[in-house]
């Protein structure tokens, strides 16, 4: 009977402790990814942080739009080095720059949909619908963090050679900035890149498999994921999902 009993709370556990904590999926649509390059080294980029906070509230967070903040490095030798920044981030904007998606690497720099937007600097909105059909992205996420992306392409997109992305996001993030052009400050924001990965080991069947990036919370009150793709080199995002963490 004891043996019985046993047996039957491993049977009634297996699933649960297997089941997916978070499981995201896209439209077939293309989903649009608002990306600031911003710096806590730079003065002018508090004004746009701020602005990407109010993205949190937005109707259609995660299903329409994915906005996301890179903290570049390169502002970081002029008496303030950002906590967040990384060169990784600086390396993606130069991308953008070497692609020709970008006119020149700057803070506050805004890309949309892999293309430079300067809207903001005259109080536009940014362009949220491209129209384009990509395929069907989804996400899974287990218990032990190891995250599982698959893709459906549209027929466009069929065969290309892809790179799988994933990020680890950070809200409610409060930061006191002792030194350089924000001295004094305490800067307020959501969105940030806390943690970052990617591989370009597709398999036939359009699956990744990637473990979450390692992350330090840094005072986050809440965390979310984004996983996107990529072709080849570009780092234009072709389809992305995102979702908040439990």
């Not at 904007?93 to 949309?112: E, H, K, L, W």
């Not at 949220?128 to 995250?147: C, H, N």
């Not at 997109?157 to 790179?163: D, M, P, Q, R, Y």
Request: charged content about 20%.
């Amino acid at each position: 009977m004891r043996v019985f009993l046993i047996l039957a709370a491993l049977l009634s556990t297996g699933p649960a402790a297997s089941s997916p904590i978070l499981q995201v999926q896209s439209q077939p649509e293309q989903v649009a990814v608002l990306e600031l390059f911003t710096s806590h080294g730079c003065s002018s980029c508090p004004p746009a942080d701020k602005w990407l906070r109010r993205f949190v509230d937005h109707p259609g967070l995660w299903t329409e739009v994915i906005p996301m903040a890179f903290h570049v490095d390169y502002w970081d030798s002029l008496g303030w080095p950002d906590r967040f920044a990384s060169r990784a981030f600086s390396d993606r904007q130069r991308d953008y720059r070497r692609r020709g998606r970008i006119g020149a690497v700057y803070t506050p720099g805004f890309v949309v949909g892999g293309r430079e937007w300067r809207g903001w600097f005259r109080g536009k909105e940014p362009p949220l619908k491209t129209g384009q059909r990509v395929g069907t992205l989804s996400l899974s996420l287990d218990r032990e963090r190891s995250a599982l992306l698959s893709f459906a392409p549209a027929s466009g997109l069929a065969g290309s050679t892809l790179t799988a992305h994933l990020a680890v996001l950070g809200f409610g993030i409060s930061t006191p900035v002792g030194g350089g052009e924000n001295a004094g400050r305490v800067l307020e924001e959501d969105f940030v890149v806390l943690g970052y990965g990617a591989t370009a080991d597709a398999q036939p069947s359009g699956e990744w498999r990637m473990d979450l990036p390692k992350t330090e919370s840094r005072g986050s009150s809440r965390l979310a994921v984004v996983a996107w793709l990529s072709v080849d080199n570009d780092p234009a995002p072709v389809q992305a999902v995102a979702g908040w963490l439990p």
